[in-house]
């Protein structure tokens, strides 16, 4: 193997010459993937080298075009004794951060990753020149296929989650595992460095990329990819047909291509006039008005009253699932993007969940009833989104300078869930000593939420359909396979999402 020393700021390394690259480039077997428009590579098929050499060569070409944060130069190391480095970064010629590349057909796990991470920091301190300067020091996990939720939560919240691990001694538990398992180390068995290694994992910066990230950056870049993988490009049949439906959707044909249209075509196209019943919310095919006159009275509006209650139990469940789907996007873009980077105060966030909520409750409920009733039961429904900011804000605003002013008449619960509630509001009014401190911050605060919020109202909003209809069948399905063969793919799908 070839090698060839570079010189940066009167530091030798050694750096795998480009002929080396190439050569290590002209390996005979290529796994193949399909071109399908969308593609996740099969990273985790090939071998671990070739995974450290295709994340070099990725980041050399988004380094050409500036692209890969604020660093200028990338070396691959050696494969062997790198030290926790698979690739180092550099800025203008000063060491700036490392690539740690883990193939692994499985997710990578938190526990996984904080040895990887600490066995770095280990070695750091046995030669300070591989973390030269700790603040500004950006430490890449490249993974072939993905992190468990733990690992991700660690890493995206990376400096407020790593006090919780040294708070809670984890971080001194796995160092010590770290020492006594590998003999480079062997040096740190009877005084671990505990309090330097907490140092600096308290300076550092960590981010990963998984399997979609990486096919996401390697999509554009056909040339690359092919060193990689054996590309097969086929026709994406399911996207043609997509689009043939919808062609014939928009000259009006629909029912000619709608696999449940045609479906409930069969079932009720061949239903006589008498044996057709709507009443608004609910349409019975193949029941006869003479049936319906038989069951009047009491038992016909038991009968619909049941069917109200289903319509009730879907509403209040697509309410909930709103509702979660808020308080998750709240949490990922407004808590850990804003809050957590400090770019907005904690009392600021409190405008998002009931701001969502009413704009988003609004188009669930609007299909429920006549359109001129909304407005007299929800009045916010004639508020634009600025006004409605407006009103909520002043709640707020009210209900916080209560609390300032030791009035908890508003507060609602037993003494235990009042002091509780005390403590949010003192957690949430760190730093503000008036309700004025108050509005000064929510009204600089706001201007940086209020995209954040269309953002999030419209990804939810999406979840919402239009129109919501249910189909209640008789028990004929059973024998028609292409009915039974379609439930079985739908449970498959509901069971494999969850």
């Avoid at 910066?205 to 999509?219: A, G, M």
């Avoid at 979660?324 to 809050?339: F, G, N």
């Avoid at 507060?411 to 401190?437: E, R, S, W």
């Amino acid at each position: 193997m070839r090698f060839e020393s570079v010189k940066i700021k009167n530091k030798n390394i050694v750096k795998i010459s480009e002929e080396q690259i190439q050569n290590e480039l002209t390996g005979k077997y290529k796994p193949t993937t399909i071109e399908t428009g969308i593609i996740t590579f099969p990273f985790s098929e090939l071998s671990d080298r070739e995974f450290e050499l295709l994340s070099y060569l990725l980041v050399k070409e988004k380094i050409k075009v500036n692209s890969f944060e604020q660093h200028t130069d990338i070396a691959l190391m050696q494969g062997v004794a790198e030290r926790g480095r698979d690739c180092v970064l550099y800025q203008n010629g000063e060491v700036s951060g490392l690539i740690q590349c883990k193939k692994y057909r499985g997710r990578f796990t938190k526990p996984q990753f904080l040895k990887e991470l600490i066995k770095f920091v280990l070695f750091s301190i046995k030669d300070p020149k591989i973390l030269p300067i700790r603040d500004k020091f950006e430490y890449f996990l490249f993974v072939s296929y993905d992190i468990t939720e733990p690992a991700s939560t660690l890493i995206k919240s990376f400096k407020t989650e790593i006090k919780e691990e040294i708070s809670n001694n984890e971080i001194n538990k796995l160092t010590d595992e770290i020492i006594n398992e590998f003999e480079s180390f062997n040096s740190f068995a009877l005084n671990s460095p505990k309090q330097e290694v907490e140092n600096i994992l308290n300076k550092i910066s960590v981010k990963y990329y998984n399997s979609t990230d990486l096919s996401r950056e390697l999509s554009s870049n056909n040339k690359l990819a092919q060193c990689f993988f054996r590309i097969m490009s086929v026709i994406d049949i399911e996207s043609a047909d997509n689009i043939f439906r919808k062609a014939l959707d928009d000259y009006g044909l629909k029912l000619l291509t709608d696999i449940d249209l045609k479906s409930l075509q069969e079932r009720i196209g061949k239903t006589e006039e008498n044996d057709r019943i709507n009443l608004g919310f609910v349409d019975f095919f193949g029941y006869s008005a003479e049936f319906f006159k038989f069951i009047k009275g009491d038992e016909l509006k038991k009968l619909l009253t049941c069917i109200a209650d289903v319509s009730g139990v879907l509403n209040k469940q697509q309410m909930d699932f709103i509702i979660s789907q808020i308080h998750e996007h709240i949490l990922q873009k407004i808590t850990h993007k804003l809050l957590l980077q400090n770019k907005i105060h904690a009392f600021s966030v409190g405008i998002a969940a009931p701001y969502l909520f009413r704009r988003l409750s609004l188009k669930l409920i609007s299909k429920t009833m006549p359109k001129k009733m909304i407005p007299d039961i929800y009045p916010h429904s004639k508020l634009s989104k600025d006004d409605l900011i407006k009103e909520i804000s002043e709640q707020l605003f009210e209900s916080s300078n209560q609390v300032m002013n030791k009035d908890y008449s508003h507060l609602v619960g037993n003494p235990d869930d009042i002091q509780f509630k005390i403590k949010i509001y003192n957690h949430t009014h760190q730093g503000l000593n008036n309700i004025d401190d108050a509005r000064n911050v929510f009204n600089k605060d706001i201007e940086i939420i209020k995209p954040v919020l269309d953002e999030i109202e419209e990804i939810v909003s999406n979840l919402i359909p239009d129109s919501r209809t249910v189909v209640i069948k008789d028990g004929s399905f059973f024998d028609n396979n292409a009915d039974v063969s379609r439930i079985k793919k739908t449970i498959d799908k509901i069971e494999n999402n969850q």
